[in-house]
């Protein structure tokens, strides 16, 4: 099961300086104290997350990644 596969990551910071970087297309997600660290964590958890499973439908066209807002009763 060689090669390249691209997948999509988002990353996130939280108030202590902590990124999460998640994958889009399964639930895998990895912290890091900068960006690069926490992808490539991410990385790492992903080629085991596929040592034993199988590679997930990549759409020939990359996900749409935006912010929502709701606004919440009360």
Excluded: N, W
């Excluded at 099961?1 to 988002?10: E, F, P, Q, S, Y």
């Excluded at 990124?19 to 085991?48: H, I, K, M, N, P």
């Amino acid at each position: 099961m060689g090669g390249t596969v691209r997948l999509t990551a988002t990353v996130t910071a939280d108030d202590k300086g902590l990124y999460c970087a998640r994958c889009v297309q399964v639930e895998v997600a990895a912290e890091g104290g900068t960006v690069d660290e926490a992808l490539a964590r991410l990385r790492e958890a992903l080629v085991s997350y596929f040592r034993h499973r199988p590679l997930p439908e990549v759409p020939s066209r990359p996900p749409i990644v935006m912010p929502v807002e709701i606004q919440l009763p009360g």
